[in-house]
């Protein structure tokens, strides 16, 4: 399963309200390490050959998210992208053209959806040298869910602009898919429009776990996990940052082709009690259920 013109889920670009107090919690904490820095933003990155995948930027009290960035095959791709974004309903922001702002570079165009997120698309941006696999940094960015107050339009617009496919489906969310990994984008059923959550591949069991007590060690409990999710069957743990926004430490994310048959809510049903695979996960906490609901992305 693959999308003709999206290669992957690259970044996401934050507001925070205090840009130092950021990057030291995904620094130390967090285990990043800084690729870049501006007098008003730092880019991070982590063991992978991303440039960044997360960028902060000094904004107000409230913390927001000002674009989900995905990579393009080609500059063919690109156009291709400007093209069906604005036959599903987007507008463009910025329309094709060098990224010559941003540290990573590249050719890239933004647009913003029907609901309002923001989308940057970019093709020939710069990548490191992958760093040796370390057990408790986060490799690359493997998924983001993005909530939507009606989520049937926003997978449509997600499959007519980008190109993605359903991978599975179930009463809360659905699962998109544009590679190998079994969902890069999720859509969550809500009644509005925020980020719910920023999902950070590491590279192993050890290394959520790990991470998990590390997060602890500093005062961020877990929310929710360990655990092990259904569709994606992925590994888990996710955390409340200083702010408010939900991230979560993943691994182990199930590789899918055309072959994978998606399925729906029916086939995603857990015994009563039960939320993941394993059934020792506690729920999701009130705090993080909140926390989901907090983040919006930048108003036009």
């Not at 997978?155 to 190998?180: H, K, P, W, Y």
């Not at 059923?189 to 050890?206: G, K, Q, S, Y």
Request: hydrophobic residues 40%; glycine residues 8%; contains cysteine.
């Amino acid at each position: 399963m693959s999308s003709p013109w999206i290669e992957g889920l690259r970044s996401v670009a934050l507001n925070v309200p205090d840009l130092a107090q950021a990057e030291a919690f995904y620094t130390e904490v967090w285990h990043l390490e800084v690729a870049h820095r501006k007098e008003a933003s730092v880019y991070l990155r982590g063991t992978g050959s991303d440039h960044h995948l997360l960028a902060l930027y000094a904004g107000g009290p409230v913390p927001q998210i000002r674009q989900v960035t995905l990579r393009a095959h080609s500059t063919e791709s690109l156009e291709a992208v400007a093209e069906a974004a604005v036959q599903a309903g987007a507008t463009i922001v910025s329309p094709i053209g060098p990224l010559s702002k941003n540290p990573a570079g590249g050719t890239g165009l933004t647009l913003r959806d029907p609901h309002g997120r923001l989308f940057q698309v970019v093709h020939g941006d710069l990548r490191h040298a992958p760093q040796a696999t370390q057990r408790d940094r986060p490799v690359r960015l493997t998924h983001v869910v993005l909530n939507s107050h009606a989520v049937d339009e926003t997978q449509a617009f997600l499959t007519e602009a980008f190109g993605f496919r359903l991978a599975d489906r179930t009463v809360a969310i659905a699962f998109m898919n544009c590679n190998s990994d079994h969902h890069s984008l999720a859509v969550g059923v809500a009644d509005n429009d925020a980020l719910n959550h920023i999902a950070f591949l590491m590279p192993d069991l050890d290394g959520v776990m790990r991470g998990g007590g590390r997060m602890r060690d500093a005062g961020h409990p877990i929310q929710w996990g360990p655990g092990r999710h259904g569709p994606g069957d992925n590994l888990f743990n996710y955390f409340i940052d200083p702010f408010g926004i939900v991230i979560e430490y993943t691994a182990d994310v199930q590789q899918v082709d055309d072959s994978y048959i998606a399925r729906g809510p029916a086939d995603w049903k857990w015994p009563p009690g039960r939320v993941d695979q394993w059934g020792i996960s506690q729920p999701p906490s009130p705090q993080l259920k909140e926390a989901q609901r907090r983040v919006l992305f930048v108003p036009t």
